[in-house]
Structures are given as C-alpha cells and as structure tokens.
C-alpha cells in the first residue's frame, strides 16, 4: 500500500468523521450541510466544516443535491458494519444434520475467532473452515452450518468468476500438486496478493455436465451441502491436470481439471 493509503486512513481517523459517514450512510438521499450538521449534532459550525472537509473528496462528494457517500465512504461503513475491526462473535458447536464422508461420524457447525467451521466430532476433520466476519454469525446461530455452506459457494462463484473478494482485483487460478493433499485449486489477486484455496474437484460444483448429472438423479447440487459431497475430497492428479470422479447414487461422472482449472467432460476409453 502506498501513501495514499496513510492519507485516506489517517482522514478518518476521527470519532466525527465516522459519525458523519455513518450519518450519510442512514440518509436515503443526499444531505444539505445543515441537514447532516444537525444529524451529527455538532454544535460548532466551524469544527463540523472541519472535519466534513477532510472527508470531502475521497469518501464523500458534495453535488447540486447535497453531500453524499462516494464509493470509499460506502465501503467504509459496510466494513465498520460487518463488525471486523470492532467486535467478536462466537457461537458454540451445534449438531449438523448429515455425518462425515471420511469416518461417518456425527458433524457439527462452530464460529470462533472469525472462522466458521463445519468439523467431525470424531476424525476432527474440517470439512469447511475459512474467515467470516462478526456481522455473519447474526440470526444466524440457528443455522450456521447452511449460511456458512452458502458464504463459501458464493466466495468461490466470485474468484471463479475472477474477482477477488476481499479487494475486487483480477484473480488468477491454477491447480497444485499438494505431495500431501493431491490436487489443489489456488487463486491468487494479482492486485492484493490474497489467496483461496479449495479442492480440485470444488471447481466443478457448478459445471453444467455436474448440475445435469444431479437433476437426472432428482437433485440440485447447488442445494446439497458441501460437507455431503464427497467426491469433493477425492481429485486424483492425471499428469499436469486432475481427475475427478462425480458419484450420485452409484453412477459415475468422469471429469478433468486442467492446470487453469478448466473443468471438461472426461473422454470415456
Ligand atoms: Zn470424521
Ligand atoms: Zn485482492
């Protein structure tokens, strides 16, 4: 990160500064300099400019209507929201439905130090784990397990799809021979560096060939969580790509994951 970066950190470092992004947050539409000024309930007309004036330009634009939230500004209260900096979550191990596709033990859903986890209460195998926000866990105690299922197919969807999801920058994904775990998937921002990493065979979850195949069966893959579907776990490495056999009710589905993690229909010999 660069200067700028200091700069835009340091302009809001300030208990007023956030209240007044906080303040164009809340408002539907743009505020009037006495609007917000009354919102914020500064008394000091010149401290209020102040502070607004610190603001203006990066986080907040000042049009024909008003001031208003730039994009920096939106982004800025919805970090503060999701709860990263400010709070902590937890909520105990509750019972999953469902048991592990490695041993057959009994699962169960946890979230501690911004990580969810779905693990086995037996081989303590993680069959999904990753960081997740405080403001995640909200009303969601209930059902951990399937909002954490849906958190990490929609991160996944996102660097399929090349974005990252923690800066919006181009992602890059390619396969890995792990000696210990098989074939892995890795992306990597080529902007902030960050990785995420899955299965091999995770990058096929949504491939047409796999939801085709589940529907003949009578299901929809996208609804099945991802700690039930076991062929996740098991890519085999096939020279520089991966081969990875779908299994539903004893059917079988060949596919191939390439080095760039193109997933294709398997040829049959
Ligand atoms: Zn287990
Ligand atoms: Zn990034």
């Known amino acids: 990160m660069s200067d700028d970066a ?21 408002a539907d539409d743009p505020l009037s300099f006495s ?28 049009t024909a209507d008003g001031y208003d939230l730039r994009l920096a500004g939106n982004r800025l209260v919805g970090a503060l929201y999701s709860g990263v900096f400010t709070e902590e979550a937890s909520v105990e191990p509750t019972p999953v439905e469902g048991t592990c596709t490695n041993c057959g033990g009994a699962l169960e859903a946890s979230y501690e130090d911004e990580r969810g986890r779905v693990t086995c209460t037996d081989c303590d195998v993680a069959l999904l784990s990753g960081g997740v926000p405080p403001a995640f866990v909200e009303d969601r105690e209930d059902d951990l397990a399937t909002a954490l299922d849906g958190y990490f197919r929609t991160m996944l969807r996102e660097v399929r799809a090349g974005f990252c999801t923690q800066c919006s920058g181009p992602v890059d994904g390619r396969l890995e021979h792990d000696p210990e775990h098989g074939p892995r998937a890795v992306f990597e921002c080529g902007r902030c560096g960050g990785t995420f990493h899955g299965t091999a065979a995770a990058v096929a979850l949504d491939h047409a060939a796999v939801v085709a195949f589940y ?13 039930e579907v076991d062929w996740l776990h098991g890519a085999t490495r096939a020279g520089d790509a991966a081969r990875v056999t779908v299994d539903v009710d004893g059917d079988e589905l ?7 993690l193109s997933v294709s229909v398997a040829e049959r010999p």
Do not use: C, M
């Open 6 to 26: 200091e700069a835009a950190f340091g302009a809001v470092a300030d208990e007023l500064r956030v209240r007044i992004l906080r303040e164009l947050w809340e």
């Open 215 to 227: 529907y003949e069966h009578g299901l929809d893959v996208r609804t099945v969580p991802v700690w």
């Open 254 to 260: 060949d596919l191939v994951v390439d080095e760039s």
């Open 35 to 62: 609007a917000l000024r009354d919102r914020v309930d500064v008394a000091d007309s010149g401290r209020f400019n102040y502070h607004l004036s610190k603001l203006r330009g990066r986080f907040v634009e000042q």
